[in-house]
């Protein structure tokens, strides 16, 4: 089994070498950098259209903001924001791989049949009934490593060897995942840089990011406009949101084997990618 290999709902879909780029969409009114900024479904849409024109390989629906500090969204409220727009990318964009960024089963169960490709759970698959609905919905699944909650996840995050600890964990979720119904080659692994490290975790889960590759399977890197690299670029002069930070970090994680990148600055890393490739 290829770590360039992932199943998805619709496809078995063979990862470009030169690396894939999943596009951010979020639809939420309180996200840490584009909040409230596509919040509608036809600002949704739009933003979908450019993304995808600019070389987006997926579009990644998040109705919850998931930020550090953040409170989490009632399940009725994140369905009342993404189902819509997932309904309306599904029928301007029959072909388009969509993923839907949620941690809530209910929410997953009717995204997926609303259409969408993967569940991307920043839990890790923790919770059974996540595990049920991706057993029971033949989907790819992206498995993200969190310490502690959104809410609190920043507060003193503690390891004693960062790469160790989130290979394990891996390994223990592949095994559940296993056991549970899910066949290996739809999941997919994430790190989760951010979600309770600190800057010197993310740099150390950046430097070994190939030795998190587990059971062959693909890596995902989201370090789009992370505050880690503001916290190392804040005597640099650059804009406080400038995409050139997450393009160079995303392109160092690229040599080091993540298969896929989730970014808001989408045509900027797509032409990064590009000419990577020509150098391999």
């Known amino acids: 089994m290829s770590a360039r290999t992932w199943q998805l709902a619709r496809e078995c879909w063979q990862l470009p070498p030169g690396g894939a780029v999943m596009g951010i969409l979020n639809v939420t009114p309180d996200s840490f950098s584009d909040g409230g900024l596509h919040a509608d479904v036809e600002s949704a849409l739009a933003h979908a259209r450019q993304m995808l024109a600019a070389g987006a390989d997926m579009i990644d629906v998040g ?8 409170a989490e969204v009632p399940v009725q409220e994140e369905m009342r924001r993404v189902l819509p727009v997932i309904e309306a990318l599904r029928v301007e964009f029959p072909a388009a791989r969509l993923s839907i960024d949620t941690r809530h089963a209910e929410v997953a169960r009717a995204a997926l049949q609303a259409g969408v490709d993967v569940v991307n759970d920043i839990t890790g698959l923790a919770s059974p009934e ?3 609905v991706c057993a029971e919905m033949p989907c790819g699944v992206v498995l993200m490593h969190m310490q502690g ?15 160790a600890e989130v290979r394990a964990f891996f390994e223990n979720q592949l095994a559940q995942a296993a056991a549970d119904g899910i066949e290996m080659q739809r999941l997919c692994l ?6 309770g490290k600190t800057v010197e975790h993310n740099l150390c889960l950046i430097r070994e990011l190939d030795s998190l590759r587990v059971m062959n399977r693909p890596l995902l890197m989201a370090l789009s406009r992370k505050r880690f690299m503001g916290a190392l670029l804040q005597d640099s002069g650059l804009p406080k949101i400038s995409p050139l930070p997450t393009v160079v970090m995303s392109l160092l994680a690229a040599d080091r084997g993540a298969d896929l990148h989730r970014v808001h600055d989408v045509a900027e890393l797509r032409q990064a990618l590009t000419l990577r490739a020509a150098l391999l």
Do not use: A, C, L
Request: without cysteine.
């Open 63 to 70: 109705g919850e903001s998931t930020r550090p500090g953040s």
């Open 190 to 195: 994430d790190p989760g840089i951010g979600f």
């Open 149 to 163: 909650e959104p809410r609190t996840m920043q507060q003193k995050p503690q390891y004693s060897d960062v790469v």
């Open 130 to 132: 996540m595990r049920k």
